[in-house]
T-cell receptor, first 114, second 113 residues
Framework: EAGVAQSPRYKIIEKRQSVAFWCNPI?????LYWYQQILGQGPKLLIQ????????DSQLPKDRFSAERLKGVDSTLKIQPAKLEDSAVYLC????????????FGPGTRLTVL | AQTVTQSQPEMSVQEAETVTLSCTYD???????LFWYKQPPSRQMILVIR??????QNATENRFSVNFQKAAKSFSLKISDSQLGDAAMYFC??????????FGTGTSLTVIP
């Protein structure tokens, strides 16, 4: 069974530039999560999808961050424009559904904003 | 909002010995789930063990077990017979009834040969 795929693995941009991350969850997983993990901290949930609908985006900085999961499968997370404090690892995770406890994580995308 | 606290930024253990990682959480809910995740260096985060709050029995997965004290809001992880492959960052996580996950700041575990 293929795991959660994310790309790119690394990205370096300058502040005020835009960047997009892609995630392909495990086949059949209805729930998809995006987390931000700043160095030295635990993951912080940014947004959660159930199929192509948003379940929770209360911690997503909506003035600069956006995410979509149009066909209920893969998802993109965008930052526009990026700030220095956005430097972090962005993790994608998926689970079979909201009622299922086990999340499967991708390898993450490490973003450095200069 | 729920908070998860891991008060040990770093821990070390001799190979084959036992180590306990601490976690406390704050919640007003009675029904929730608790997790321990392992994040090896430059590798993906994986689930180690989970505990349903309504279950009194502590969860066990091979060498990993938890001590769940609901009244004290404490959820510690015990690793027995530590192995070199156990070296990683360990995160305690809480999931509420709204399926929101909250993670602690992590404990970096070093296993000494």
């Amino acid at each position: 069974e293929a795991g959660v795929a994310q790309s790119p693995r690394y990205k370096i941009i300058e502040k005020r530039q835009s960047v997009a991350f892609w995630c392909n969850p495990i086949s059949g997983h209805a729930t998809l999560y995006w987390y931000q993990q700043i160095l030295g901290q635990g993951p912080k949930l940014l947004i959660q999808f159930q199929n192509n609908g948003v379940v929770d985006d209360s911690q997503l900085p909506k003035d600069r961050f956006s995410a979509e999961r149009l066909k209920g499968v893969d998802s993109t997370l965008k930052i526009q424009p990026a700030k220095l404090e956005d430097s972090a690892v962005y993790l994608c995770a998926s689970s079979l559904g909201i009622l299922y406890n086990e999340q499967f994580f991708g390898p993450g995308t490490r973003l450095t904003v200069l | 909002a729920q908070t998860v606290t891991q008060s040990q930024p770093e821990m070390s253990v001799q190979e084959a010995e036992t180590v306990t990682l601490s976690c406390t959480y704050d919640t007003s809910e009675s029904d929730y789930y608790l997790f321990w995740y392992k994040q090896p260096p430059s590798r993906q985060m994986i689930l180690v063990i989970r505990q349903e709050a309504y279950k009194q029995q502590n969860a066990t997965e091979n060498r990993f077990s938890v001590n769940f004290q609901k009244a004290a809001k404490s959820f510690s992880l015990k690793i027995s017979d530590s192995q070199l492959g156990d070296a990683a960052m360990y995160f305690c996580a809480y999931r509420n009834t709204g399926n929101q996950f909250y993670f602690g700041t992590g404990t970096s575990l070093t296993v000494i040969p």
